[in-house]
């Protein structure tokens, strides 16, 4: 099983990012997916999730209308637009698979976690 994560980088406060994940060796359409992240001296807290069939999707009270994810089963991948990104969303991105139903995702509850791709933004 692999979770392959890309699309970090270094950008200005108010700017954008789309990080994208690519699943293998899963039924991936059984997962429901998700993203989480990190900053440094803190623990990894919950930003998004999506259904199994993308149709339901559950985000973080921090996120504010400012992201947005997606998935295409088809190409087994989930994206995650950020946008008017701000200083303290600055951590490293996981992106998560859970096999379940629900899409109330917790880091105790992942099956398969992504690399992790690093977001860092400048004021």
């Known amino acids: 099983v692999q979770l392959q994560a890309y699309g970090g980088g270094l950008v200005q406060a108010g700017g954008s990012l789309r990080l994208s994940c690519r699943a293998s060796?899963?039924?991936?359409?059984?997962?429901?997916m998700g993203w989480f992240r990190q900053a440094p001296g803190k623990e990894r807290e919950f930003v998004a999730a999506?259904?199994?069939?993308?149709?339901?999707?559950n985000y973080a009270d921090f996120v504010k209308g400012r992201l947005t994810i997606s998935r295409d089963n088809t190409r087994s991948t989930i994206d995650l637009q950020l946008n008017n990104l701000k200083p303290e969303d600055t951590a490293v991105y996981y992106c998560?698979?859970?096999?379940?139903?629900?899409?109330?995702?917790?880091?105790?509850?992942?099956?398969?976690w992504g690399q992790g791709t690093q977001v860092t933004v400048s004021s």
């Open positions: 998560a698979a859970d096999f379940t139903n629900v899409v109330a995702i917790r880091p105790s509850s992942v099956d398969y």
């Open positions: 060796g899963i039924t991936y359409r059984t997962y429901v």
């Open positions: 999506i259904s199994r069939s993308g149709s339901t999707t």
